[in-house]
C-alpha cells in the first residue's frame, strides 16, 4: 500500500482550515510520499496532485479528489467512484475546483460517466444538487437504514462493473458524534461499525484500486475521536 499525503485546505474555502494537518497524525507511522502543494495557486496544485502515484491519498478537504480521479481516470476505460459522504458536492462551480463542487466538474469534463458515480450516505442536499443527482446510484442514509447488508450486496454488485474502482471516504458521512473533527457536522450520518461494515466488504472488490480519505480537521477533533476513527478506517485496507 502506497500513501500519499496531500496537505491542502484551499479547497474548503476556509469552511475546514487545519484538515491539512490531518496526513501528519494519520500517516505518522506508515511510508508516505508528500504532494508539493502551492496554497495560493488551486490549479497547480491539482495538477501535482493528479500527477501523483499511489493506492492510498490522505487529505486534505474534499477537493483533492478531483486531482487524484483525474490522474487516476487516466488508466481506465470505464473508471467508477464510490463515494461515501453527507454532501453531494455537485454545487455549480466557476473556475478553481472546491469541496463543494469537485464532483460536477469531474462529471461536466467527463472524467467520469454520471451513471459511474456511487453516493452513499447523503443527507444534505441543495434544491440546485438534488436535481443534478439524477442517474447517479444514491444511497441516502434513509435507504441505508432500512436494510444495510442488502444496499451494501446492490453497491457491491454495481461497482463491480467498472474495470477501476475509485473509493472516496468524507469522514463527515459519520454521524457526529463519532466524527466531531470535520468542516461540516450533519447529524443522522452512519456509525462507525455501519461504515466499518462496508469498508471491510468492499476491500474484497478485485477492481479496486485507489481510495482516498478526506475533511478529517484535527484542531476541531474532541479527544482525537476523529483522528483514531481515520487510523482505523485507514487500517481495514492495510
Known amino acids: 500500500m502506497k500513501f500519499v499525503a496531500v496537505p491542502y485546505s484551499r479547497g474548503s474555502l476556509g469552511k475546514n482550515e487545519g484538515c491539512e494537518k490531518a496526513p501528519l497524525f494519520l500517516l505518522s507511522h506508515y511510508p508516505h510520499v508528500r504532494v508539493s502543494i502551492d496554497p495560493a495557486h488551486f490549479d497547480s496544485t491539482m495538477e501535482q496532485i493528479s500527477r501523483a502515484d499511489g493506492d492510498f491519498f490522505v487529505g486534505g478537504d474534499h477537493s483533492i479528489t478531483y486531482g487524484s480521479f483525474k490522474g487516476f481516470a487516466q488508466k481506465f476505460k470505464n473508471p467508477g467512484i464510490l463515494i461515501f459522504d453527507a454532501h453531494p458536492d455537485l454545487e455549480e462551480y466557476t473556475e478553481s475546483v472546491t469541496h463543494e463542487d469537485y464532483l460536477r466538474k469531474l462529471i461536466e469534463e467527463k472524467i467520469v460517466k454520471k451513471h459511474n458515480v456511487i453516493l452513499i450516505g447523503v443527507r444534505a442536499v441543495s434544491d440546485n444538487e438534488r436535481t443534478y443527482m439524477a442517474g447517479m446510484q444514491v444511497y441516502s442514509m434513509d435507504v441505508l437504514f432500512r436494510n444495510e447488508e442488502s444496499v451494501c450486496d446492490m453497491i457491491m454488485e454495481y461497482a463491480r462493473s467498472f474495470d477501476g474502482l475509485y473509493v472516496s471516504i468524507d469522514i463527515d ?35 479496486l484500486r485507489r481510495i482516498d480519505l478526506v475533511e478529517i480537521n484535527p484542531e476541531k477533533d474532541v479527544h482525537e475521536i476523529t483522528v483514531n476513527t481515520g487510523k482505523k478506517i485507514i487500517e481495514i485496507f492495510t
Open 173 to 207: 458521512v459519520l454521524d457526529p458524534a463519532f466524527a466531531p473533527g470535520t468542516g461540516y457536522l450533519e447529524p443522522g450520518g452512519m456509525d462507525l461499525p455501519q461504515l466499518l461494515y462496508f469498508l471491510k466488504r468492499i476491500t474484497h472488490l478485485t477492481n
